[in-house]
DNA sequence: AATCCAAATGCAAACGTTTGCAATTGTGAA
DNA sequence: TTCACAATTGCAAACGTTTGCATTTGGATT
């Protein structure tokens, strides 16, 4: 059926009977080809299955329309390649960048290479890169950045960076959570994750404000430190009951999968929730409405977050400087907490 | 700092002061060239950061070292991008790439292009395509495989394909999960699911066999088909036990978010689990074990199955013939069902 | 020394596009 | 008919590698 030698732009052209420019022209669009000779040629290329070579064309052009996306994932915790959070980014990514016209490359952090810049950017594998996570070190970050190549990264908007950050509101985030569950009446509330954690110390950061408003004391020992998994919060929660009793009635918890956890936990020593103890999440994971109760959390917006992130990744592209942005965050209230 | 004209292999051989060929060699670590003078290059190249141009090796050598990851979305349900399991798949398949030295270019097919050999092999993107899922209709697959371009696809390995399809063992999941039901005393027991997409289909069989083999009549009222998303899952059980009351004393669900969906309806209820219901369910995401009380569940082996399938892939690389593969399962029991 | 063979290196032609510039065609005005 | 000028098209040189083949180098053997 199908020719074996692959069909290519002068291939083409014989056929029509044009030149390879013409082809060449004709199937970019390129409006100095006449346009019936255009759609001729782009019907042509059609009928016979063939494709612009992007390997030719990537080499001619110095442009690939590749966006390099780097999960950054933190090295000596499980926060595993899976998590929902992360993959949840990656996609709203994909359909952002498809969008634009370009294509997703995946990778992590844990793969050979750490410079991250000369393997993708200078080997001409990718035109830029877009980093999901800040983890505890930067410094890889800072690296492609020192070396100029267009980049964007999920995390913290606030930190101070010399490169784009795009992210949500965490202090605020922090903030409206506390608050919320202060207007529910909680009175010794627990802020639950690892405080080392760019995003999650902002957050911890507007948890301490929303306190200070309410006039609470600030008790260090309510800060309970773990790390961003199920699992680790699942057991800090239960040792926790475990040696010192119910002593809160509150968990902010900086994560929807750290929420679970430490739900699971409570359940399991028949705490009521909300009764007994009131928790919130945060991102707004698919998840989070469907556990039972139905878990309170702080949004964030991932759709809109991916899509500012690929824009201000095109204006590095355009030469343009790209600028950090925060992305709103909205408080979702639903049955694990008591409302006001 | 950096001198921005790039260097390219010509520069760094006249730097080292021998020809191209040498340096090409050299960095591709081929024994024709002494070894010391590979090493002495590939040091030179790491000291001034230099990294192969892609696009022109693969234009040269027509091999990308890519491998295209289609997620074949089904257009007409909520089941979104965003799918835990799905993503995880995902998540394994570049880690088992990144092994074999390959680069996971992540697509769906929710994209403009529907000839993906086309698109994705003749345009030399990728050297190899892996479609997860073959949803309910298989004809954009079938096409890829009609063009000769290599193949694997995750779904279910019993369907007849001229394709390599690596999967669980469907069937039997169905069977040992029913089965699982039975052993724990259930007497009537739910199928939940979409019994027209391939992989549940067996698993309804599967399910079937169970019943029969245990001397059960199957009624088909008993089949409750609804789109594999947490949300369908709900709504089906929810306005199922308003209208018929709690009928069942266990359900057996197509996917672990449907199990979610499912759980969360009954718990509203006030339905102890297992309780007055045990339910199972398909895939052990990394939340099942999290719920309250942890999901049993039937487990999808998706790290071995992501080696098996590049392994399938590379096969086809080299000319050689893939076949389809099964990967087992595993009854992971935990507190959701009761226990014989 | 001369010779031979293996080991190491270099030459130059691809790979399939894109694009500045030159060349051709078509159009209307003089 | 001739000319000027715009609209189309074609020529040919890149882009940066890899690799078959020719060439050089270095020992070991006569």
């Known amino acids: 059926m199908s020719n074996d030698n692959k069909l290519t732009l002068a291939g083409l052209a014989k056929l029509a009977g044009v030149s390879t420019s013409t082809v060449s022209r004709a199937l970019n ?52 390649i899976n998590d929902p959070f992360l993959l949840k980014v990656v996609g709203d990514l994909n359909q952002a960048l498809n969008q634009k016209g370009y294509e997703l490359l995946l ?28 983890g505890k070190s930067t410094s890889k970050i800072e690296d492609v950045a020192a070396a100029g190549s267009p980049l964007v990264v999920w995390g ?11 992210g949500s509101n965490n202090e605020l985030g922090g903030f409206i959570a506390t608050e919320h569950l202060i207007d529910g009446g909680c009175q010794n509330i627990v802020f639950l994750g690892d405080p080392e954690h760019a995003e999650m110390s902002e957050r911890h950061k507007g948890h301490c404000r929303a306190l200070a408003q309410a006039g609470r004391v600030i008790d260090n020992n309510l800060t ?27 968990i902010v918890a ?33 998840m989070a409405e469907l556990l039972h109760p139905a878990l309170t959390t702080v949004k964030q917006d991932t759709k809109s977050a991916a899509e500012v992130m690929v824009e201000q990744l095109l204006y590095q592209f355009q030469g343009k400087p790209a600028k950090s942005a925060i992305v709103d965050i909205e408080l979702i209230a639903r049955k694990s907490s008591k409302h006001a």
């Open 29 to 80: 669009d390129n409006p100095l080809i006449k346009k019936e000779t255009r759609e001729m040629l782009q019907a042509l290329a059609k009928e016979n299955n063939f494709s612009l070579n992007r390997a030719a064309s990537r080499l001619r052009t110095q442009k690939t329309n590749v966006v390099a996306v780097i999960l950054n994932l933190i090295d000596d915790t499980d926060q595993s």
């Open 107 to 134: 990778s992590n952090s844990l793969m050979a290479t750490d410079d991250w810049s000369n393997y993708f950017i200078n080997s001409s594998r990718a035109d830029g890169i877009i980093v999901i996570g800040q």
């Open 156 to 166: 913290d908007p606030k930190v101070a960076a010399n490169y784009a950050v795009v």
């Open 224 to 250: 309970l430190s773990c790390d961003i998994t199920s699992k680790a919060a699942y057991e800090k929660i239960s040792t926790e009951i475990l040696t010192k009793g119910l002593y809160f009635d509150g």
């Open 254 to 286: 900086t994560s929807d999968m750290v929420a679970l956890g430490a739900m699971k936990a409570l359940k399991e020593r028949y705490v009521s929730i909300p009764g007994d103890v009131s928790i919130i999440g945060f991102d707004d994971i698919a």
